[in-house]
Every structure is written in structure tokens, then in C-alpha cells.
């Protein structure tokens, strides 16, 4: 999505606020003179399709459609950080009250009601062929590498299929070895979906909302089909493949609740284009 905002035409201001560890105190000290007509979200600049640095990622249109519908003001702080550390470093820190796109009941944060719910998903190459909604459907024939991003539901269902071990030197590669221990190490999602497409990859294996994006704009004619059920883990824990999207925001501004529930509510058509515009599949709210 090269212009989402501008082919949108939210009209909410946007103040990107570019922050890091040196300026995140002054950031927390300027943020005390905010008022109740901003609303302050924080956001990765390393977390595309999601959120980027020049605040084109999906989830950035949506705080601007959250502002507008709630008649505030958007202060979109950018934060220069994997988005697994906004609720320390945003929230946490006092220089933000929201995170958009968060799993439904997160506990670090009281949550929206849900706005859009989608699954894990099998990517493919159309001339490949691929069949199967299940995750036990990834072990067949001829699908022996795969792509995926690390820290997700895809490597258990590569080790409950026997294909984990075979694939880790392949794995590695897509961070070109980077050593994982003391760090966080992610496999871009648009690397993900660009192996399955150059061939490199037989399958991958990724959140829907990571790849719609890249799916939607390759090259090479792809496809993602949804992962239907969950997996059930040796000792009967149920690891669940579908997730609803919440709207997190801080346990300080409780009043902010409502104010989200109803901008969602308004805003439910312009939200809903945001996400098939990025090539979503979405699945019904439960």
C-alpha cells in the first residue's frame, strides 16, 4: 500500500513524533501538557506491513480514522523499536495512552471491543497447487522448506509435522545467520512472503495481516488460504490459530474505552476498507 493515507483521505493531523532511548524522557515530560483532545498511539518504525517510519502502515491509517471519528487530534509517536516492546517503552513510559492492533483480553492493557478478526495462513504459489486448511496440512509431499516468522504458532506446527529440524539451516538464513541468543531477531514479513514467491521457500507459514500487503502486490501470482482449526498441544493445552484485533490502551485512561468503542463503531466502513484495500482476510467476529 504506497499512498493508504492519502487514497483514504482521513484528514485527522498527524504529529510523527520520532523517538528512541535518548529522547523517550523528554517525550514523557512533554507529554504532561497534553489534553484530553489528542489522542496519543505509539507505533513501530520496524513493523511493516503494520506500522512504518513515514506512518503509511495500515494500523496507522486506523489511528488516523480512530482520531478523526473520536474529533481528537492524532499524536502518532513513533517509537524506533520492534512493536513486542511498545507497552514497556510507549505505555509503559507514559508517552502514549494507545497501540492499535493488539490480541482481544491482552492483560497488559484494557482492549477494545474487537474490530477485525483474522488467522494464521498457508502461502503458496498458485502453480504450485498447494490444498489443505489445516495446519496438519503443511506435512505433504514436495512441501519440505518453509518461511515464517520466528516467535509464532508456525514453528510448533513444523515440529508437530516432523518438518522443524530439516528446515532450521534454511530458517537462519532469512536473518542471515544472526545469532538469537540475548536478542530479538525477526524474519520480515515481506521476506516470508518473497521466498515463497522466488520459490525458495515451498510454503510459508505466517499471520494473514503480516503478508496481505506483499501477497496482494507480487509479482508472481500467490495464494493464501486461512488456517481453519487449533493446535493441541501433547499435554491438552489448545494453541488457537485465529485472533481478534483489539484497540489496547492504557489502565491510566480507562475514559479512553468508550471514546475507541465508539470511534470503532463509527468508523466500522472506513476500517473495513483499510483492511480488504490491504488485502486482508478477514474472518466473522465471534
Not at 64 to 80: H, Y
Request: hydrophobic content about 35%; glycine content about 8%.
Amino acid at each position: 500500500m504506497k499512498t493508504a493515507m492519502a487514497r483514504l483521505a482521513w484528514g485527522g493531523a498527524i504529529l510523527l513524533t520520532g523517538i528512541g532511548t535518548a529522547t523517550a524522557q523528554d517525550q514523557q515530560t512533554e507529554a504532561t501538557g497534553t489534553d484530553e483532545t489528542t489522542l496519543r498511539v505509539c507505533a513501530s518504525t520496524q513493523e511493516a506491513p503494520y506500522s512504518t517510519k513515514d506512518g503509511t502502515g495500515f494500523e496507522n491509517v486506523i489511528a488516523g480514522i480512530l482520531a478523526e471519528e473520536a474529533g481528537m487530534e492524532l499524536d502518532l509517536v513513533m517509537i524506533d523499536k520492534a512493536a513486542i516492546y511498545l507497552a514497556r517503552d510507549g505505555i509503559d513510559e507514559g508517552i502514549c495512552d494507545v497501540l492499535i492492533g493488539v490480541d482481544a483480553g491482552d492483560e497488559r492493557l484494557l482492549t477494545s471491543e474487537p474490530y477485525y478478526r483474522s488467522a494464521y495462513a498457508f502461502v503458496s504459489r498458485e502453480d504450485r497447487g498447494f490444498e489443505g486448511d489445516e495446519w496438519q496440512d503443511a506435512d505433504q509431499d514436495g512441501y519440505n522448506t518453509f518461511a515464517y516468522r520466528y516467535h509464532s504458532p508456525a514453528e510448533t506446527i513444523l515440529k508437530y509435522t516432523g518438518r522443524y529440524e530439516y528446515n532450521l539451516v534454511y530458517q537462519a538464513s532469512l536473518t542471515d545467520f544472526q545469532d538469537r541468543r540475548n536478542q530479538y531477531t525477526q524474519v520480515e514479513a515481506s521476506r516470508v512472503v518473497s521466498e515463497v514467491a522466488a520459490g525458495n521457500a515451498d510454503l510459508g507459514i505466517i499471520f494473514a495481516p503480516d503478508a496481505g500487503r506483499y501477497v496482494r502486490d507480487s509479482r508472481e501470482p500467490l495464494k493464501m488460504t486461512l488456517i481453519t482449526n487449533e493446535i493441541e498441544r501433547s499435554d491438552g493445552l489448545m494453541i488457537p490459530l485465529q485472533y481478534s484485533q483489539s484497540v489496547g490502551i492504557s489502565k491510566e485512561k480507562p475514559e479512553l474505552v468508550d471514546t475507541i468503542n465508539s470511534a470503532l463503531e463509527s468508523g466500522r466502513e472506513r476500517i473495513e476498507a483499510v483492511l480488504a484495500d490491504e488485502g486482508i482476510p478477514t474472518l466473522p467476529l465471534e
